[in-house]
């Protein structure tokens, strides 16, 4: 009679054993000779060493599953028992339209819907850096995200950074409660959110208390080397001149940037130049750099909000009036 114990790392067990632990009597159905207990993140298995060891082998294949597609059904299960490669055949999730970047929560397809978030998918095959720049609601923060996702995933790179200024737009942070990380995560929640639906709550927390993932404001990147990461400028319209050549500097070995911004909405006070601006102007013909902008026509929000960008485009200064 041998005796193994397996732990999930950084998986919520009830994702794996079910909320009533349903998968697990799944798995106890399947492996009669085996004595099954979970206890939080162990599963306690005793038997004969040779089932012991064949079921290790298809539980790994049913957690490297759950990495991939973020979600482990009974069906799944079954059909990783089924085949000796424990390969699954059907991949999981609605069909439709667009490209697909990587399996998000619950199985949730994250995909680049529009023309120019496929030229970001494609472009970032080529280059180390990217610039996408478009106005609200296009996708670029969540496409950029979505491509550090699946990079960390696929073990491109071993971490991701996600900076944003926090430039107050017509608030001032002195005036917002709590303490400097309560100030400065609303400037912060999108990039949250983006990551909370392509990543399990568990895992999620976990990246982001051992450092995988780091979410920061610009001026925290200041002398650091960021090596074997994935790096995202979210928001760079409202970063100075220097601050966003000190951001782009930071780019160490192995290293993927991606900047993201929207020149028509600038925080900054007027007497301060735009660095995105800047860069569109000076690494235009730079190597191994690409940009790519993004219109109306890549708004994936709701519809009135073509309308809306649409609208405040006719009305700008220099617009041309329609007679």
């Known amino acids: 009679m041998g005796e193994k114990t397996l732990k999930l790392e950084g998986i919520h067990p009830p994702d794996i054993f079910g909320l009533r632990e349903e998968k697990l009597q799944l798995l106890r159905n399947i492996f009669p000779k085996l004595k099954l207990i979970a206890r939080g993140e162990d599963l306690k298995i005793m038997g004969d060493d040779p089932e012991i060891a ?3 082998d298809k539980f790994n294949l049913m957690v490297n599953h759950y990495d ?12 990783v028992m089924a085949h000796e490669d424990g390969l699954i055949r059907e991949t999981p999730g609605e069909k439709g339209e667009g490209e697909l970047i990587l399996y998000g929560k619950n199985g949730m397809l994250i995909k680049a819907r529009t023309p120019n978030q496929k030229r970001m998918v494609d472009s970032f095959k080529k280059h180390d ?18 491509l550090a996702v699946r990079a960390l995933k696929n073990k491109e790179v071993r971490r991701i950074i996600l900076a944003r ?24 929640r999108p990039l949250y959110d983006a990551l909370h639906d392509m990543i399990p709550p568990a895992k999620l927390a976990a990246y982001l208390e051992d450092g995988t993932i780091e979410i920061a404001p610009l001026a925290f990147m200041r002398g650091r080397t960021l090596d074997n990461a994935f790096a ?13 050549k000190m951001f782009l500097t930071r780019m160490g070995k192995s290293a993927k940037f991606i900047i993201t911004g929207d020149i028509t909405q600038i925080d900054l006070p007027r007497n ?46 220099g617009a041309k009036r329609e007679k």
């Open 165 to 188: 200024p926090a430039v107050e737009a017509g608030e001032n942070l002195g005036f917002l409660p709590g303490d400097l990380k309560d100030k400065l995560d609303p400037y912060l």
């Open 129 to 146: 850096m990217l610039f996408a720049i478009g106005p609200a609601g296009t996708g670029k923060t969540y496409t950029a995200v979505a």
């Open 54 to 56: 064949y079921f290790e």
């Open 272 to 317: 301060q130049v735009s660095g995105l601006i800047t860069a569109t102007k000076v690494l235009n013909k730079v190597q191994g750099i690409d940009f790519i902008f993004l219109n109306e026509k890549d708004v994936v929000r709701h519809p009135l909000v073509t309308k809306i960008i649409d609208a405040y485009e006719r009305t700008a200064p």
């Open 232 to 244: 995202i400028l979210d928001e760079a319209q409202n970063a100075t001149d220097s601050q966003l």
């Open 68 to 79: 991939r597609y973020s979600k482990l059904t009974e069906e799944n299960i079954l059909e």
